[in-house]
């Protein structure tokens, strides 16, 4: 009889001190984005804890929000709820979240599950606003110049190609809608619309309407060959800028090689398609094709 409680006593010791290092490991485990629950893994039902969150009167528990607020607008949302779900299935945090864009709606998502928002009749992904043959501007959308991030960053740029001892200059920079209109068209007429579509916009799907984009120097593919052209392929993404229409991805852009074209992103989201040799359609997983 002493045996057996000596046996049941060591049992319960032994018991006693896996449960509390059990607990001390819960405790000392750091909660991963989207485990709402605590239980050491990101599932449906941290989606559903989420979604409820989102939509019941009552207020989330204290403390909730590190985890619960995948996308970083500050707040738990059915958008949190689904990049959750997409967690819990295997999918990379850094594939389905992205910038939101205030008052914008969501339209749908990329091929690389980027959410599209529509604001006003403006597309945004990962808050870049997107033009291109499947994406268009209204008719209406006119800064009137270059938005000044991007005047500003060419400036910088162009001061620093000075220091080196090459020459950039805008040849080409803001166009309202009517100014491309009467650019596609004059092209058509000389070239047909066929051959005009490979290297001009048609009216609202010009990326100079923006104001976010600019032509430099000469408009010509030796450009690219020349001391100036080198240098900003190798250094524009510093500064905000890509090459727009990369050598080699027509058939993804939609336009012939412009080493002359650059649009603006600003430094970071440029600094990661410049890394990733990647064109934009690439990187975000659209389209650009005329309906």
């Given at each position: 009889m002493k045996m057996w409680k000596k046996i049941l006593s060591v049992f319960i010791c032994i018991s006693l001190f896996s449960w509390i290092f059990s607990l001390c490991g819960v405790f000392a485990a750091e909660v991963q984005p989207g485990d709402?629950?605590?239980?050491?893994?990101?599932s449906s039902e941290d989606a559903r804890l989420i979604l409820h969150y989102c939509v019941s009167i009552k207020k989330a528990p204290e403390g909730i929000l590190p985890f619960a607020d995948l996308d970083g607008d500050g707040k738990i949302g059915a958008e949190d709820a689904r990049i959750t779900l997409r967690l819990s299935i295997g999918l990379p945090k850094e594939r389905v979240s992205s910038r939101s864009v205030p008052g914008?709606?969501?339209?749908g998502y990329t091929a690389k599950n980027y959410p599209i928002y529509s604001v006003d009749g403006l597309i945004y992904i990962d808050g870049i606003l997107i033009v291109n043959k499947t994406y268009s501007l209204p008719e209406n959308y006119n800064p009137g110049d270059l938005l000044p991030d991007c005047s500003n960053a060419f400036r910088r740029m162009q001061n620093d190609a000075t220091q080196n001892g090459l020459s950039i200059y805008i040849s080409s920079g803001y166009r309202s809608y009517a100014s491309q209109k009467s650019i596609y068209n004059r092209y058509v007429s000389r070239d047909g619309k066929?051959?005009?579509d490979t290297y001009s916009a048609r009216p609202g799907h010009s990326e100079h309407q923006t104001g976010l984009s600019i032509d430099l120097n000469t408009i010509t593919?030796?450009?690219?060959?020349?001391?100036?052209?080198k240098w900003v392929a190798a250094h524009c993404h510093e500064y905000g800028f890509i090459i727009r229409?990369?050598?080699?991805?027509?058939?993804?852009?939609g336009y012939c090689y412009e080493p002359w074209h650059l649009r603006y992103v600003g430094i970071d989201t440029a600094s990661k398609i410049a890394a990733s040799g990647l064109c934009l359609e690439e990187y975000y997983g659209i389209t650009s094709t005329y309906s």
């Open positions: 709402v629950n605590s239980d050491g893994k990101v914008g709606k969501i339209i066929y051959l005009a593919r030796s450009f690219g060959n020349t001391a100036a052209g229409y990369p050598e080699g991805k027509s058939h993804i852009t």
